[in-house]
């Protein structure tokens, strides 16, 4: 194992709540259930579940859920005994009560997130979390949009809320390798509590810049299996952990058993195959949340123009998760420059 690795991290499948977005947020109970199930068989230590949006997050904003996050969590809960079940609340969208039934329901592990330069909506968040006994992460969203040190001072903000491990999250897979590191590493220097990384795929870089993050000092990793996750998807878990067993990295992680799940359980429910495509690629290029990429897919269906169009401007104003109305409201002003007609 290289000296600059640490010894063991944490990973975290995050397939059926990343991955939701993908799907529509159509998830079946059954389907929920057989991807924890396999997770578990594979020892994958953490898996979150809930709405791609988080809790709450079920809405004609961001989507309407098939079944409610609950539901979801009660059957993730049942049919993975021996993994930490996790759920995403995003404040704003979730709320403290359904973290409570989130908890009641089964789930141990809380993560938090917020914009990257909102970590002070999530505190009483935090704070309510860790008094349920819950371990708690708190998420950075968009990280590429900020400095390592203002990323740093926001991390803070989470830390002294009670937040046991935070996050460098990579929303739009528009971190480059050195920017992962960087970002990490600042972190690490500012936090006595773990620091985690989440990337996305968008262009190429997702298990590239886990390992640069690992490198730089986060310990916990998320994935996704197949790679099932918004925009290109998130970094491939089964990759992940084949990576890191190479590496002398302890997971606890089946190798094989990551490789079947995503294989023989996950595989067969992707309504797409999961690629960098034209799409996928602007949306790291232009440094969006990967959740726009399928609503800008429908705007640009809807008004007769150019997803790519869409996503470029949407980047260019520097859109954040929340502002998903913006979607509509730069296709519809790209169609009027062009002349162009909804539905032509």
Sequence with gaps: MA???????????????????????????????????????????????????????????????????????????????????????????????????????????????????????????????????????????????????????????????????VY????????????????VQALRDALDCEVGFHGHNNLGLGVANTLAAMEAGATWLDGSLCGLGAGAGNTQLEVLVAVLDRLGVETGVSVYGAMDAAEDVVKPLLPRPIVIDRDALVIGYAGVYSSFLLHARRAAERFGVEVRDILVELGRRRTVGGQEDQIIQVAYEIAQRAGVSPGA
């Design 168 to 183: 460098v999250v990579d929303s739009a897979g528009a971190l480059l390798i050195e920017e992962a590191r960087e970002r």
């Design 3 to 165: 000296d600059n690795y640490p010894a063991r991290v944490t990973l975290v499948d995050v397939s059926l709540r990343d991955g939701s977005h993908a799907v529509r947020h159509q998830f079946t109970e059954k389907q929920v259930a057989q991807v924890a199930a396999a997770l578990d068989a594979a020892r994958v230590p953490v898996v979150e579940v809930s709405h791609g949006d988080g809790l709450g997050g079920s809405s004609l904003q961001y989507g309407f859920s098939r079944q409610p996050d609950l539901e979801w969590v009660r059957a993730a809960v049942e049919h993975a005994p021996s993994t930490k079940i996790a759920v995403l609340l995003l404040p704003g969208i979730g709320t403290r009560q359904e973290l409570k039934q989130a908890r009641d329901a089964g789930a141990q592990v809380a993560r938090i997130a917020t914009h990257c330069t909102e970590a002070d909506i999530a505190e009483q968040h935090i704070e309510l979390a860790r008094e349920m006994g819950m371990t708690v992460c708190g998420f950075l969203m968009m990280a590429h949009m900020i400095s390592p040190g203002e990323l740093a001072r926001q991390a803070r903000i989470m830390e002294k809320a009670g937040a046991h491990v």
